[in-house]
């Protein structure tokens, strides 16, 4: 399938059949993608979270507002945390990265107020949403992107002081009656002339 049909074709899934699952091999191939996800500096300040089992998928629905039929329903849900601890983050590129790289972090990110390292934190997190939401599309793996979760009721579930949650996506396969899917409700979207600008 074309980066573009798979554009044209994936969608904000909104009811899931519980009864289909994602292959463990997709699931595999999943993952190694996220791990690959570009970022600033190769600073991959994040942590995804694969959550299967149901039981443990009922609690994380219970903090997700509208969303939590959704979560139910899929195959798996998967949280996007960014770093929070900046001490930890400025250790672990210490460990991981060359010598130019952290010196670009020293020179312009280190002294900005934690806000703002804390937000870059959370643009590169958000870059490997894109991946993976791109991915699902090319894997013909629906999925359901949501902010509209409680990230403090998450992190209390995922446990780890280090990482705040930021957007979970549920991943699996529609149900035949979901409304959303583009041949139901084909894609909005703004004209080609309002977001690209050719100087
Ligand atoms: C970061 C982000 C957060 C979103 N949060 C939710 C959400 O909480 N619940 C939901 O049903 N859809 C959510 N959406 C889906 C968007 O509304 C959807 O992507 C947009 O309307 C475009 O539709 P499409 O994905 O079907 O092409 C979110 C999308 C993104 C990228």
Redesign the pocket.
């Known amino acids: 399938m074309s980066f573009l049909t798979a554009m044209q074709e994936?969608?904000?899934t909104?009811k899931y059949d519980n009864s289909k699952k994602i292959s463990s091999e997709k699931i595999a191939e999943l993952k190694e993608i996220l791990r690959l996800s570009p970022s600033s500096i190769n600073s991959q300040p994040w942590k995804f979270t694969f959550v299967s089992d149901i039981e443990t998928k009922k609690k994380f629905a219970e903090a997700s507002f509208f969303?939590a039929p959704?979560i139910e329903d899929c195959d798996t849900l998967v949280v996007f945390s960014r770093i929070d601890n900046i001490n930890a983050f400025e250790k672990q590129i210490n460990d991981n990265l060359p010598e130019g790289a952290v010196g670009y972090y020293n020179n312009f990110l280190k002294e900005k107020p934690a806000s703002e390292i804390k937000s870059w934190f959370s643009d590169q997190t958000?870059l490997a949403?894109g991946v993976f939401l791109s991915a699902c599309g090319v894997m013909e793996i629906d999925a359901?992107?949501?902010?509209?979760?409680e990230p403090e009721k998450y992190n209390n579930l995922l446990g780890d002081k280090n990482y705040t949650a930021l957007?979970g996506v549920c991943i699996g396969y529609r149900d035949e009656d979901d409304g959303?899917m583009p041949s139901k409700n084909p894609?909005s979207r703004l004209t080609l002339e309002e977001v690209i600008k050719n100087i």
Not at 144 to 149: A, F, K, L, Q
């Open positions: 994936r969608y904000t909104k969303n959704k958000y949403l359901t992107p949501m902010e509209g979760i957007v959303n894609k």
